[in-house]
């Protein structure tokens, strides 16, 4: 008689309600794969919740069940005993850079003849408060003990290490046997993910940080730099800089 080894180890409290938390464009969805993953390894049963913000307060009072859900822009009110928050963060210029080409792409937005895009005032104010929402909501989850912060770079340079921030964050222990599965299955996810959405975008992690998607540690510029104007750049620079 074989007796397998088993992979993975379950210390969890029941019912608990795991919230990925994050702007978009700021790797939420692969986070919540991700999630999903590790949960589907160790045989955890969980309800996906979708995105609506309204229900959240009403699930943590009255859970069911684990819970999973992805949302964007949430902003817990107090500390709970049975949340944890994963909430995705990206540079504010790589962040705009990407919903601008999503809004050319998309049709949303026009571009002039140097082929930079056509910003009005009301797009300008709309970008800059989401620049400043988002760093709002960075600072105050940022000293959480029910929070765990997960940088979009960091996250496409080192998708095994974070991986394995977020195993160890939910109490689910794993195998590198496991790890190495896990991270394997999300790279192929978000590569086809990417194709299909956005045909011209470099899939991989290499690729984009080559193409300039994802602004490199060593301070290299990334697209933005090219597609943003200069006037919103140092208006977004100014409000980093505050």
Do not use: C
């Amino acid at each position: 008689m074989i007796i397998k080894k088993r992979l993975w180890f379950v210390d969890m409290p029941e019912h608990t309600i795991y919230i990925v938390n994050g702007y978009y464009r700021t790797g939420s969805t692969l986070v919540y794969i991700i999630i999903q993953k590790l949960m589907e390894y160790a045989e955890t049963r969980y309800i996906y919740a979708g995105e609506n913000k309204n229900q959240i307060d009403e699930i943590i009072k009255n859970p069911k069940s684990n819970y999973i859900i992805k949302t964007h822009d949430w902003k817990p009110s107090k500390n709970y005993e049975n949340v944890k928050i994963i909430y995705t963060t990206r540079n504010p210029l790589d962040y705009i850079a990407s919903k601008i080409i999503r809004g050319i792409y998309m049709g949303r937005l026009k571009t002039d003849s140097d082929n930079k895009p056509i910003i009005d005032d009301i797009e300008e104010a709309n970008i800059l408060n989401n620049v400043m929402g988002q760093i709002e909501n960075q600072k105050r989850l940022m000293n959480r003990n029910d929070t765990l912060i997960i940088e979009y770079e960091s996250l496409y340079y080192n998708v095994r290490k974070n991986v394995k921030r977020i195993s160890k964050f939910i109490n689910i222990k794993i195998t590198d046997a496991i790890l190495n599965r896990i991270t394997d299955e999300v790279g192929l996810i978000e590569i086809k993910r990417q194709i299909e959405e956005i045909p011209y975008r470099g899939a991989d992690a290499k690729t984009q940080i080559r193409h300039g998607h994802i602004s490199q540690y060593d301070g290299k510029s990334g697209y933005w730099y090219k597609i943003l104007p200069m006037d919103l750049i140092s208006l977004i620079i100014n409000i980093l800089n505050d």
